[in-house]
């Protein structure tokens, strides 16, 4: 198209004086904008520029010195503020070692609860593995008993309502209102289904 300028590739100038005519060129226009920045936008600008050749061309909407001390100040401060960060990244990292420590820790005694991994114990820990299963053990028979007494009771009850000495008026577990419905449906089972129970009563109380 006639007119379009050609854009020029952002690469360093070979050319030493076409270097320097164009760097400034652009230094003054770089400088001109900082400057029309600062007093549209009321923003406080510093700018320093250092040729190739070392000199140096600087720019400041109030006075150099100012932009540098204010951009110390800030720079300490962002570095206050991003200590805490860096503080909880460490903290963690360590709490996550130690619940991956934790979680080992506990998957291996649980093996060991089961019987393996047993080699690297001394006799002392096998010891005190034995106890904690026998405390285990004693606590899940002593659950086991009271179900047990439980389920008889109910036994006990359903028998009573079959022989019609009494109704049953508080709530059972739903395999014995079954049980229950399908002997008042069909009253022939009656007699077999109270035989059956009060065997596993007779068994229960034996034990």
């Known amino acids: 198209m006639a007119g379009k300028r050609e854009r020029i590739a952002i690469r360093r100038i070979d050319n030493l004086a076409a270097r320097q005519v164009t760097f400034s060129k652009r230094r003054r226009g770089l400088f001109k904008k900082a400057e029309e920045l600062s007093i549209l936008c009321d923003a406080e600008v510093g700018l320093v520029v250092?040729?190739?050749?070392?000199?140096?061309?600087?720019?400041?909407?109030?006075?150099?010195?100012?932009?540098?001390?204010?951009?110390?100040s800030h720079s300490k401060n962002l570095q206050k503020s991003e200590?805490?960060?860096?503080?909880?990244?460490?903290?963690?990292?360590?709490?996550c070692a130690r619940l991956k420590e934790e979680l080992a820790e506990t998957s291996l005694k649980l093996r060991q609860m089961r019987g393996e991994e047993l080699q690297r114990l001394s006799v002392q820990q096998l010891q005190e593995l034995e106890k904690t299963l026998e405390?285990?053990?004693?606590?899940?028979?002593?659950?086991?008993?009271?179900?047990?007494?439980?389920?008889?009771?109910?036994?006990?009850?359903?028998d009573m309502f079959v022989c019609g000495a009494v109704p049953i008026t508080c709530p059972l577990p739903s395999e014995l209102r079954s049980r229950i419905a399908g002997l008042v449906t069909n009253a022939s089972h009656q007699n077999k289904a109270f035989e059956c129970s009060r065997a596993f009563v007779i068994q229960h109380d034996h034990r």
């Open 83 to 95: 200590a805490p960060s860096q503080l909880q990244s460490h903290i963690d990292d360590g709490t």
């Open 135 to 158: 405390s285990g053990l004693g606590s899940v028979l002593k659950t086991k008993a009271t179900i047990l007494q439980l389920e008889v009771m109910e036994i006990r009850k359903f």
């Open 50 to 72: 250092f040729s190739a050749t070392g000199k140096l061309f600087h720019l400041a909407s109030s006075s150099m010195k100012q932009v540098i001390d204010r951009y110390d």
